[in-house]
């Protein structure tokens, strides 16, 4: 089945916290709304109130209302505020030539070009020169005039800032439900992602660095969260923003705001253009910092061996070859932004400005036509605006083609086959363990056990010995379920191990590996795991049990002392004990010691040795031994040799028969000559 497009799935993650958004979304077109009806009022502002005086006023009987205003005797009041009380007599027109106001007893029209000679005012319209005799109003003669314009003007002004304290408001709740969202976002695809690499097989992780997951995990869905903020919260602004100053201009003048749609199939050419080169240098990008953190957690790991074999040089030799590479691309990265964001939005701005200038220069020439200051001054607000929001999602672009990137990177590992986790609870079992004719290749082709066949009985010792790459630790890796066999069957108590999850097979088994892990913590802590059934009581009986406490006793805070991350601070004994404690605690009915002594002194074996006598009681234990020594007490020893079993018995059996495990042992031994 084809998989959804990364943008899809992005998508999809939203939808989750579908009532947030639409909510912030709500929020942000009112907003915008109310912050956009500025230069409307403005204009209302300046046509109706500033330059309002001019034009017809009638001569009435009375001063009525606050609209009326006294000249010369006289009252008068704008034609547009008349009301069924005034009784008008008089219509005369007042306007502007150049700087200087006039008073026309009649009724003048105000398109045209207009000039002054003297007291006589001349009008050039289509339909030939008009002359008129005015009286010049002096300013405290026009100033009465403006007297009635103060209210509205103070109204308007101070509903503009009631308008812009509501959209702060509700630019507020925008900011916080999308920021919100975003982050829930991210947290559910972390977790997502975190649950999924725990269901994908184990063989997926031989193949992958450990820092290259965990950039996945950290880097990409951090570079995603950014692209859910700037979408969320820029880009869509961004384009309610344009969306609601395209709607304003349609209201003002539909002509040019039909020319300023041009801008649109711009912008979105650029984008197309962005996403073609940015898409190329960002998976570059995302891939290297992957392996910038695959080297780095290398390094850290391999520190000793790096400072004792003196490879310093070559280590960082080959950081740098990394390091180069991602610099060379976000270089090329940011070369792309910087010789195109910019200029591509003054270019833009500067082309609908020189359209601006020509549209209006073009009116200007008609004698007829009437461009308002107050219509002019929108426009300019209106453009001014226009280009914030194209600014911000050109400036968006990079981030968006970056978090574009790390999204497929990111479902290209929750696209890796999983298993489901299945944790039902399943009785303890006996431990009887059985391999019936199995077969085992890691790539599929190459096999590393060839139709193994064995019986372990429940609560027995079984010994795996063998040269290096014989398959002993493989067994144990099909019987844990890390991998499943390509032919044969495995069954716990007769019952197929298949026919369990991973997590029922391995729910009642304990192992301890040659080198023991240990996470960042306390000591009960990393024996209990966390797990609430495991009480304190019962995680100290089993590190006394293993004789860990001969050294916990001396630690300042004992049982709780803390535990860095791997246990560096304890010896390879210690950390073997606690790991030792730690499937004590647990109980399993099968244990698996996987070379748990090969890589201590003989001291610390026998200390080991004792705690192991106290483990095995009562359970099936399949361990893999180099030191033949210590598994002399086993109840049956299985040798291996490619793949297959060549020798099975206990110690005294196999050493009579005089084959493989006698030569081991007698090397082991020290004793190279071979008996007769």
Not at 77 to 102: A, M
Not at 288 to 302: K, L, P, R, Y
Not at 485 to 510: A, C, F, L, Y
Not at 642 to 653: A, K, R
Request: glycine letters at 6%.
């Amino acid at each position: 089945m084809k998989k959804a497009s990364t943008e899809k799935r992005l998508f999809n993650y939203a939808l989750h916290y579908k009532r947030s958004i639409i909510i912030g979304l709500i929020c942000l077109v009112i907003a915008v709304a109310l912050e956009l009806a500025g230069p409307l009022i403005a204009k209302r502002i300046i046509d109706e109130h500033i330059l309002g005086i001019e034009g017809n006023w009638q001569q009435v009987e009375n001063n009525n209302d606050e609209h009326t205003v006294l000249h010369d005797g006289s009252y008068y009041k704008r034609s547009d505020r008349l009301t069924d009380q005034d009784q008008p007599k008089e219509l005369v027109t007042i306007f502007q030539v150049e700087k200087d106001y006039y008073l026309v007893h009649a009724d003048v029209p105000l398109n045209g070009k207009r000039s002054i000679a003297g007291n006589e005012i001349v009008i050039q319209t289509n339909e030939g020169n008009q002359s008129y005799t005015g009286e010049k109003l002096s300013f405290s003669e026009i100033y009465p005039f403006f007297q009635p314009e103060k209210g509205p003007i103070l109204f308007l002004l101070g509903l503009y800032m009631f308008l812009l304290v509501i959209a702060a408001f509700f630019q507020f709740f925008k900011t916080f439900l999308l920021q919100k969202a975003s982050n829930q976002i991210v947290k559910r695809m972390r977790n997502d992602i975190f649950q999924h690499t725990q269901r994908i097989p184990i063989n997926y992780y031989v193949d992958q660095p450990a820092g290259k997951v965990v950039a996945r995990i950290t880097n990409d869905t951090e570079a995603i969260r950014d692209l859910y903020e700037r979408v969320l919260s820029i880009v869509i602004t961004s384009v309610i923003y344009m969306a609601g100053i395209f709607i304003a201009l349609f209201i003002l003048d539909p002509k040019l705001a039909a020319m300023c749609l041009l801008i649109i199939p711009l912008i979105l050419v650029w984008m197309k253009a962005y996403k073609y080169f940015g898409t190329k240098y960002n998976t570059v990008i995302r891939t290297t910092i992957s392996d910038i953190n695959g080297s780095i957690n290398e390094a850290i790991q391999g520190m000793p061996i790096i400072q004792a074999f003196l490879h310093e040089k070559r280590t960082k030799k080959d950081f740098e070859v990394l390091n180069d590479r991602h610099y060379t691309f976000e270089r090329k990265l940011v070369k792309l932004s910087a010789l195109t964001s910019y200029n591509l939005v003054t270019v833009i701005r500067n082309l609908a400005f020189v359209g601006f200038i020509w549209y209006f220069g073009f009116i200007s020439f008609d004698p007829t036509a009437v461009i308002s200051i107050g219509l002019l001054y929108a426009f300019v607000d209106y453009l001014n605006r226009l280009f914030e929001p194209v600014t911000d999602i050109v400036h968006q672009l990079p981030l968006i083609e970056q978090a574009r990137v790390a999204g497929n990177r990111v479902f290209e590992l929750m696209d890796q086959d999983g298993e489901q986790v299945v944790t039902d609870h399943v009785d303890k079992y006996r431990g009887k363990v059985e391999f019936n004719n199995v077969s085992f290749a890691y790539n599929n082709k190459d096999y590393v056990l060839n139709d193994i066949s064995f019986q372990v009985e429940s609560g027995q010792t079984a010994a795996f010995v063998g040269h290096t790459g014989s398959g002993k630790s493989s067994i144990m890796n099909l019987l844990f379920r890390f991998y499943d066999p390509q032919k044969g069957i495995i069954t716990i108590d007769g019952n197929p191990t298949k026919e369990w999850s991973r997590q029922q097979v391995r729910s009642h088994m304990g192992i301890v590996l040659q080198d023991p892990f240990l996470f960042s913590g306390t000591i009960l802590s990393n024996v209990t795991m966390g797990d609430p059934t495991i009480s304190r009581d019962q995680a100290i009986a089993a590190l006394k049990a293993v004789g860990a406490d001969r050294f916990i006793e001396k630690l300042p805070k004992k049982y709780d002392n803390p535990v860095t991350e791997g246990g560096s601070t304890f010896s390879l004994g210690e950390r073997q004990l606690l790991s030792f404690a730690r499937a004590l605690a647990f109980d399993p009915a099968i244990l698996i010691l996987d070379e748990a002594t090969a890589n201590v002194d003989t001291e610390t074996e026998a200390v080991i040795q004792r705690a192991l006598d106290v483990l095995k009681k009562g359970r099936t234990t399949l361990v893999i031994a180099h030191r033949l020594s210590t598994i002399q007490q086993a109840d049956t020893i299985f040798v291996l040799d490619h793949g297959m079993i060549e020798e099975q018995g206990n110690h005294e059996q196999l050493i009579h028969e005089k084959g493989m495990y006698y030569q081991m042992y007698q090397m082991q031994q020290g004793n190279t000559k071979k008996a007769v």
